[in-house]
């Protein structure tokens, strides 16, 4: 009897411990002791990110003001454009701000040839007229990071998604929730996400994705390098943000048409 009552208490004895472990270390473990890894700490995020896209699938188009800073061609740049964007077809029609202020970008897929069409508003350039470019050309490239076939909402937040699904394949991830963060006047949720050290399966140190608390839209993302020396700051690669959004304004073939007697193409 001894002996049982001795075995039972050496019983309890570790699974109180085995208990505690669980606790400190974060790890489960199931009826035969083994260790149970805890879930990667991108999986909310990304659970956070598909929900976003989960409501865009429900927008058919959208206006806003469209910013982006990039570092392309060894120099920070800065654009502003107002954005006009419809799903499907996928349209999307820019008019800058600045620079080339009243400088218009038209493309819709399936149609142009798949090309882009582009005009300058004022300058030698502006005399040349309408051009037809294809979205990947080096003119086009020399100014951005992504091409046209990539911009809006949606398409940034799936490039996220991927990213970070590839990246909960490995360790050295840290992820930061700032449920409490504004954009201008909008109150926004930030999931930061950052790595330690360069590795060939993280394309940056740093990316930011901001939520618009109410919409649930990805209204800015933001991706940053890794730093070229110990101590110094992440340099800024790129950093998309879509402001004054109004959805689903029935946009029409029309409203992507170099035709439309609004625009100057």
Not at 118 to 144: D, F, Q, R, W
Request: proline share 6%; hydrophobic share 35%; glycine share 6%.
């Amino acid at each position: 009897m001894d002996c049982v009552m001795l075995t039972v208490r050496t019983r309890r004895t570790v699974l109180r411990s085995l208990i505690a472990m669980t606790v400190a270390t974060g790890f489960a473990f199931s009826a035969q002791g083994q260790e149970q890894p805890k879930e990667h700490p991108l999986i909310p995020a990304i659970k956070m990110a598909k929900e976003s896209n989960a409501v865009l699938d429900r927008i058919t188009d959208y206006e806003c003001q469209f910013t982006r800073r990039e570092f392309v061609n060894n120099r920070l740049t800065s654009q502003r454009t107002s954005l006009r964007l419809r799903h499907q077809p996928f349209s999307v029609y820019m008019k800058f701000i600045q620079p080339a202020p009243g400088r218009e970008v038209l493309y819709v897929a399936g149609r142009n040839q798949g090309k882009l069409l582009a005009h300058e508003a004022s300058g030698l350039s502006s005399l040349v007229g309408t051009i037809s470019l294809s979205v990947n050309s080096p003119k086009v490239m020399a100014e951005t990071r992504h091409p046209i076939t990539q911009v809006g909402m949606q398409r940034l937040i799936q490039l996220v998604i991927l990213q970070w699904e590839r990246e909960s394949k490995f360790g050295e991830t840290d992820v930061k929730f700032y449920p409490n963060a504004k954009i201008g006047g909008s109150n926004c949720e930030v999931i930061e996400v950052s790595h330690p050290r360069p590795r060939k399966q993280f394309p940056y140190q740093l990316t930011r994705v901001f939520f618009d608390q109410k919409t649930r839209l990805p209204v800015r993302v933001e991706n940053r390098g890794f730093p070229v020396a110990p101590g110094r700051q992440s340099p800024l690669l790129e950093e998309y943000t879509y402001s004054n959004i109004k959805v689903n304004n029935g946009f029409k073939d029309s409203d992507f048409d170099q035709k439309n007697p609004k625009y100057s193409f």
